[in-house]
């Protein structure tokens, strides 16, 4: 990996939902032009065409290979616009990087020989249900508050133009700088190679594959000293059905207890104890402000919800006037109270919530080892078992899969990889310092993404395996891991047995779900 950042400007490339543009076809030109003539037609033609094939893409790279200087969003560094409560939004704060103990360069004498990344999809508008809830509202404050004044007077005036679950131009850009961010960083792998990508079916996740391998593309053209025969683009993507039945280890589904039983309120009941503790005052103080308006609990986070889905709307990603009806403090309250949806929704505070992420974990298995992928949960076998939907082996060295936050958060539980943050209270905020770098936030915000290296160091035997998440180096914490925090590639396999034994997926059909143990009641 070089450490040289290049330059670039970066505008969205719309995915193309059609077909790729063919080339032209051959001109004809006149009967009675001569031979000779004709030759020397067909050969200028050719080199005009070629130069202006060349000017058009060096325009084109141009244009969309560099970042909009008044955008808030940058390729290195993620969403830096205030920070203090941007960085505050649970999952849905756009990706930025977070602060690592461990340095995330190549350890002098290393060198890096496998890489994966796992992303999530782009920022998005609001999921339906949720875009209907933030328009009633709305709609709700403007019909009977009676006074909107100070930093409650854009209210009324606002108009709800949010969509439903689709990527917004600033989430498609987002996805486009992981594309660059993934090239530079494993250059010396990606120059003489293409991703293999797969991604979950919902259409946002899918054109944020597609945006993705735009990024690598363009940043990889710009690399002069990559291989051209080595990008063969548009890089195919194999896309994974999330209908009904589907066994997809990118979208979970399949766990009946998991989806219906016991074990999917779980979440709920956590988020409703903290949501009655730290929203009182803020309802409080945004009912003095507009009278007559007596907004609820549930209303009062879906204000503070459309403090980020506005954000993310604007293409440039500016922060929106919600964000100001709330303290630096309260952004922190409700960061937690996302950090509790996540962790007992589909982390270790859900006795099912890991083994929603073992499938995945057996990919990276096999994908680590060369051997093919041993699972029985909720592997795709008809992709899996084929070289040509799920290649495995020292040829190929670069992955990219495409997923959901929920799914992320499964599976970085199945890896082990939080498990020396203590159970979360519901009832006392603990910071992400006290969680030991788990949050919300810094696990899966829009375009979050980890990378899974492996890597050859001189002096020591065999490989080794690092895992980066959003920029931080996240200390292997079931394998003993050295000072930079990796482990072995043998350690690190053998410390997945939870994943390689299959969960729990035996609970999953067995009709009586499981029982919730904690020290607080939920």
Same mark, same amino acid.
């Given at each position: 990996?070089?450490?040289?950042?290049?330059?670039?400007?970066?505008?969205?490339?719309?995915?193309?939902?059609?077909?790729?543009?063919?080339?032209?076809?051959?001109?004809?030109?006149?009967?009675?032009?001569?031979?000779?003539? +004709?030759?020397?037609?067909?050969?200028?033609?050719?080199?005009?065409?070629?130069?202006?094939?060349?000017?058009?893409?060096?325009?084109?790279?141009?244009?969309?290979?560099?970042?909009?200087?008044?955008?808030?969003?940058?390729?290195?560094?993620?969403?830096?616009?205030?920070?203090?409560?941007?960085?505050?939004?649970?999952?849905?704060?756009?990706?930025?990087?977070?602060?690592?103990?461990?340095?995330?360069?190549?350890?002098?004498?290393?060198?890096?020989?496998?890489?994966?990344?796992?992303?999530?999809?782009?920022?998005?508008?609001?999921?339906?249900?949720?875009?209907?809830?933030?328009?009633?509202?709305?709609?709700?404050?403007?019909?009977?508050?009676?006074?909107?004044?100070?930093?409650?007077?854009?209210?009324?005036?606002?108009?709800?133009?949010?969509?439903?679950?689709?990527?917004? =131009?600033? %989430?498609?850009?987002? &996805?486009?700088?992981?594309?660059?961010?993934?090239?530079?960083? !494993?250059?010396?792998?990606?120059?003489?190679? &293409?991703?293999?990508?797969?991604?979950? %079916?919902?259409?946002?996740?899918?054109?944020?594959?597609?945006?993705?391998?735009?990024?690598?593309?363009?940043?990889?053209?710009?690399?002069? /000293?990559?291989?051209?025969?080595?990008?063969?683009?548009?890089?195919?993507?194999?896309?994974?059905?999330? *209908?009904?039945?589907?066994?997809?280890?990118?979208?979970?589904?399949?766990?009946?207890? $998991?989806?219906?039983?016991?074990?999917?309120?779980?979440?709920?009941?956590?988020?409703?104890?903290?949501?009655?503790?730290?929203?009182?005052?803020?309802?409080? +103080?945004?009912?003095?402000?507009?009278?007559?308006?007596?907004?609820?609990? =549930?209303?009062?986070?879906? #204000? &503070?919800?459309?403090?980020?889905?506005?954000?993310?709307?604007?293409?440039?990603?500016?922060?929106?006037?919600?964000?100001?009806?709330?303290?630096?403090?309260?952004?922190? /309250? !409700? *960061?937690? !109270?996302?950090?509790?949806?996540?962790?007992?929704?589909?982390?270790?505070?859900?006795?099912?919530?890991?083994?929603? %992420?073992?499938?995945?974990?057996?990919?990276?298995?096999?994908?680590?080892?060369?051997?093919?992928?041993?699972?029985?949960?909720?592997?795709?076998?008809?992709?899996?078992?084929?070289?040509?939907? $799920?290649?495995?082996?020292?040829?190929?060295? #670069?992955?990219?899969? $495409?997923?959901?936050?929920?799914?992320?958060?499964?599976?970085?539980?199945?890896?082990?990889? !939080?498990?020396?943050?203590?159970?979360?209270?519901?009832?006392?905020?603990?910071?992400?310092?006290?969680?030991?770098?788990?949050?919300?936030?810094?696990?899966?915000?829009?375009?979050?993404?980890?990378?899974?290296?492996?890597?050859?160091?001189?002096?020591?035997?065999?490989?080794?395996?690092?895992?980066?998440?959003?920029?931080?180096?996240?200390?292997?914490?079931?394998?003993?891991?050295?000072?930079?925090?990796?482990?072995?590639?043998?350690?690190?396999?053998?410390? =997945?047995?939870?994943?390689? %034994?299959?969960?729990?997926?035996?609970?999953? $059909?067995?009709?009586?779900?499981?029982?919730?143990?904690?020290?607080?009641?939920?």
């Amino acid at each position: 990996m070089r450490s040289r950042k290049r330059e670039y400007i970066y505008e969205p490339v719309a995915a193309d939902d059609g077909p790729f543009l063919e080339r032209g076809q051959a001109r004809r030109f006149p009967n009675h032009v001569p031979i000779k003539r +004709r030759r020397n037609l067909v050969v200028m033609s050719i080199v005009a065409v070629l130069l202006l094939i060349g000017l058009l893409f060096t325009y084109f790279v141009s244009a969309i290979l560099v970042t909009n200087s008044s955008s808030c969003d940058t390729i290195y560094q993620g969403y830096q616009c205030q920070p203090l409560i941007s960085h505050f939004w649970g999952q849905y704060s756009p990706f930025f990087t977070i602060p690592s103990e461990i340095p995330t360069t190549v350890p002098d004498g290393c060198q890096i020989t496998f890489a994966q990344i796992l992303s999530r999809h782009g920022a998005r508008d609001p999921t339906a249900s949720k875009t209907a809830s933030y328009n009633a509202t709305i709609q709700k404050i403007q019909s009977t508050a009676r006074n909107f004044s100070g930093d409650y007077a854009f209210l009324a005036d606002y108009v709800y133009t949010l969509g439903a679950d689709q990527l917004t =131009l600033f %989430g498609e850009q987002q &996805m486009i700088n992981s594309g660059i961010s993934f090239y530079e960083r !494993y250059e010396d792998l990606a120059k003489q190679s &293409m991703p293999f990508v797969r991604s979950s %079916g919902e259409t946002r996740v899918v054109v944020s594959a597609q945006n993705f391998t735009q990024g690598f593309h363009l940043a990889k053209v710009a690399d002069k /000293a990559s291989d051209p025969r080595a990008d063969n683009y548009p890089y195919p993507i194999v896309v994974i059905s999330e *209908d009904a039945g589907s066994n997809n280890t990118l979208s979970h589904g399949l766990c009946s207890n $998991f989806e219906n039983g016991y074990d999917s309120k779980i979440s709920s009941r956590a988020l409703s104890i903290w949501a009655g503790i730290f929203t009182p005052e803020i309802m409080k +103080r945004i009912n003095l402000n507009l009278p007559g308006a007596n907004i609820s609990t =549930l209303e009062t986070i879906s #204000l &503070m919800d459309l403090c980020p889905f506005n954000t993310v709307a604007s293409p440039t990603g500016q922060v929106s006037p919600f964000c100001a009806l709330f303290t630096e403090q309260e952004w922190h /309250a !409700y *960061d937690y !109270y996302q950090s509790l949806g996540k962790y007992y929704g589909y982390g270790s505070g859900n006795p099912l919530g890991p083994t929603q %992420g073992v499938g995945f974990t057996n990919e990276l298995i096999a994908r680590m080892t060369g051997k093919p992928v041993d699972d029985h949960t909720s592997v795709n076998h008809t992709l899996d078992d084929s070289q040509t939907t $799920f290649p495995i082996g020292s040829e190929q060295t #670069l992955y990219a899969d $495409f997923s959901h936050d929920n799914d992320m958060t499964a599976i970085f539980s199945a890896l082990g990889l !939080y498990n020396a943050t203590a159970p979360l209270s519901n009832t006392s905020i603990a910071s992400v310092a006290a969680a030991n770098g788990y949050s919300a936030s810094w696990t899966v915000p829009f375009a979050a993404r980890a990378y899974f290296e492996k890597m050859t160091c001189s002096g020591i035997e065999g490989e080794l395996v690092r895992v980066i998440v959003n920029d931080r180096v996240v200390p292997l914490q079931t394998c003993g891991a050295d000072s930079l925090g990796r482990c072995t590639l043998g350690r690190f396999i053998d410390s =997945l047995s939870f994943a390689a %034994g299959g969960g729990d997926w035996g609970m999953c $059909f067995d009709g009586g779900g499981t029982v919730f143990v904690s020290s607080e009641k939920l």
